[in-house]
């Protein structure tokens, strides 16, 4: 009875079993058998589905500069030579089959044999392990069990044996049956007929893992297997992705799609990975290809990506710069607390109010150490430095007590001609300042400030100009008269002059910054000169934060897996094309955000100096909303989202979301 209630519970759980005692592994290790289909189960393709790597092979054997008519006539007599071949065979057809029945003559003087091979060279580049069943498996070795891998396919027994083998499902002992070595199919039941003989394998002690519903749930069950039916499903995100269908000569959307879902399902499942795999890190993919174009095109050989924000970005572009062997990449520290001051137009009181901004609200004290990096309690009353300030009325007389200091004068003075040589030397050591070199600065979103102070200090020096390259620029930017020339992707201005999702995307600029673009590194607030002569980065005192880390850390393992499927699935070349898919996405989730993906913002710290920090999403009180106690520098809508899904549910929530906006 004891042993008839486990194979009950072992059914129930999915089949993963532990060697609990001797009697029970002893059990289990005679009378239980397990197998697993290979496509779609094991494995998935990171191009979507298997009629896209015909595009793929078109591509390989055509050329990429081929016409999409050649290509898609190639593809045309791929397709029908599978189907002709499957006319003339009652059992599964052999790739040699499928190849037999194709004539490629009036298009490519490639052999047949050799457009075989390639094909097998494609589907090895976008298969894809799911690191969920590969755990399942592992767990199965790790007992004493022996894995059959059964599959109706064409491709080679030892072809998907390598396959199994370097993606780490295959332990030594596996047995592998394919439809076109056997003659016998799952689809009709003789494979696992044959199967069973072979391996003396009773049905009622066997359960079979697989994908389609008919070949590897109806058949096997029927037979008296214990068939478990495998659905990995695409997510909201890829499934809006291949809804839209806007590009009908290739299927660049259902692979786009593929890719998210490869790269979601060979990692462990989480909140973070969703949304890093779906919006993150398409959106800065396509974002760095983009620049990197547009700077050969301009014959820009130097691109400096600005910290923090341009980590991710010059991650990313590394991982590209193959493609683009004449563009050189440097990640450079800076930021608004290292350029603001030594930028400002002078040390007058005037001006240096300018860059401390507003001072309603805030400490003097702090905001000169934040902005200057320059303490000023030598010089004024601790009443004046620590007291909150009530307004900026208020503030700038506080500012001019402190200007009557003649010895704060001095200093500020001396400071600012220091920092300001600091600068200009940092530049010049890392090759931005140069009359050699075209070169350009990769920031994600800002008002230009920065590039303006850049291109001032470097002409000021008797250097060129650099441009700067945006995925966003605010409304209040910097003109390219003041700031010099200038590429971006988004300008938040034109959101507002829409009523559709795009409008959404102004409020995403903390999201971008603080989430998409975490490093969990120190802000840089000033420079220093070593023993040696060498300028480094001075580094604001814990602000480093693990969670950003870590976050950074899952983002560049994203970003590696989908450049790697990017490039293996040529979509490179449609980079433009795709850019509607990613950014519909974006907008999507900048208006109606799903609850799990809100969660992994809660834990994100924003900060607009470093003596202020918040949640970038939280959930609100009551009384906060009404008095709309909101701080500038979190995802305000977020945690409206956050907090209406909190007390009424996903479901109703956006039903309500959806009426508050008619």
Request: hydrophobic share 35%; net charge positive.
């Amino acid at each position: 009875m004891a042993l008839f209630l486990y194979i009950i519970l072992c059914d129930i759980y999915g089949g993963i079993y532990e060697k609990s005692n001797q009697k029970q592994s002893h059990f289990i290790n005679n009378f239980m058998h397990f197998s697993f289909d290979i496509f779609d189960t094991c494995l998935i393709r990171s191009c979507g589905f298997a009629h896209n790597v015909f595009d793929l092979l078109a591509i390989k054997i055509l050329g990429e500069n081929s016409s999409e008519s050649v290509r898609a006539d190639f593809v045309n007599i791929r397709i029908s030579g599978e189907k002709i071949a499957r006319t003339k065979k009652a059992t599964e057809v052999t790739l040699n089959d499928i190849y037999n029945a194709c004539d490629f003559s009036g298009l490519t003087s490639t052999t047949n044999q050799d457009i075989a091979r390639a094909e097998i060279l494609i589907e090895e580049k976008v298969l894809v392990g799911v690191k969920s069943i590969k755990k399942q498996i592992d767990k199965l070795h790790e007992s004493g069990h022996k894995i059959y891998y059964i599959s109706d396919m064409y491709l080679p027994e030892t072809f998907l044996k390598e396959v199994l083998i370097e993606q780490g499902f295959w332990k030594n002992g596996d047995q592998l049956y394919v439809s076109c070595v056997s003659g016998k199919t799952k689809s009709t039941g003789e494979l696992f007929d044959f199967v069973a003989q072979e391996n003396n394998i009773n049905f009622k002690q066997w359960h079979h893992w697989g994908d389609n519903k008919q070949s590897d749930y109806i058949i096997p069950k029927k037979k008296g297997i214990q068939a478990h039916l495998i659905k990995h499903e695409f997510s909201k995100y890829e499934q809006i992705i291949l809804k839209q269908s806007f590009f009908p000569s290739i299927y660049i959307n259902q692979q786009l799609a593929g890719i998210q879902k490869a790269i979601r399902l060979s990692f462990d499942p989480s909140p973070q990975l969703n949304l890093g795999a779906n919006i993150t890190i398409p959106l800065l993919v396509s974002f760095v290809y983009q620049i990197l174009e547009d700077a050969k095109q301009s014959n820009i050989n130097h691109l400096f990506f600005l910290a923090r924000d341009g980590f991710l970005p010059y991650f990313i572009a590394k991982q590209i710069q193959p493609h683009y062997p004449n563009i050189d990449l440097q990640y450079i520290y800076t930021s608004r607390s290292a350029l603001y001051f030594p930028g400002a137009k002078s040390t007058e009181c005037n001006d240096i109010k300018i860059i401390l901004g507003n001072l309603t609200g805030k400490k003097l004290k702090e905001v000169f150490v934040d902005r200057t990096n320059i303490d000023i309690s030598p010089y004024i009353s601790d009443e004046l430095s620590c007291k909150t300030i009530n307004s900026e009325e208020e503030g700038k007389e506080f500012l001019i007590e402190l200007y009557k200091n003649k010895a704060f004068k001095h200093k500020i003075a001396s400071e600012y001609i220091a920092q300001k040589e600091l600068v200009i030397k940092y530049f010049m050591q890392t090759g931005l300042a140069s009359n050699i070199n075209d070169c350009a600065i990769c920031d994600i979103r800002g008002s230009r400030k920065c590039h303006k102070i850049i291109n001032q200090l470097l002409s000021h020096a008797g250097f060129s100009q650099v441009k700067g390259y945006y995925l966003e620029v605010t409304s209040d930017r910097v003109s390219i008269q003041e700031g010099g020339n200038y590429y971006s992707t988004f300008y938040s201005e034109r959101y507002k002059n829409t009523y559709n999702s795009l409008r959404y995307l102004d409020s995403l600029y903390a999201v971008i910054e603080q989430y998409f673009c975490a490093t969990g590194s120190p802000r840089t607030i000033k420079y220093t000169e070593n023993k040696n002569g060498m300028i480094i980065p001075v580094h604001e005192e814990k602000s480093e934060y693990n969670y950003g880390k870590e976050l950074c850390n899952l983002h560049q393992e994203i970003a590696k897996n989908y450049i790697k499927h990017y490039i293996n699935n040529k979509l490179f070349l449609y980079n433009k094309e795709l850019q509607i898919y990613i950014y519909n996405n974006l907008c999507r989730f900048a208006q109606y955000p799903y609850r799990v993906d809100l969660q992994p913002l809660t834990r994100v710290r924003v900060n607009d100096d470093k003596f202020h920090y918040s949640a970038l999403v939280h959930k609100y009180s009551l009384i906060s909303i009404l008095k709309r106690e909101m701080n500038i520098n979190e995802w305000t809508r977020g945690s409206l989202v956050y907090t209406i899904y909190f007390y009424l549910g996903e479901k109703l929530g956006k039903i309500l979301l959806a009426y508050i906006k008619k």
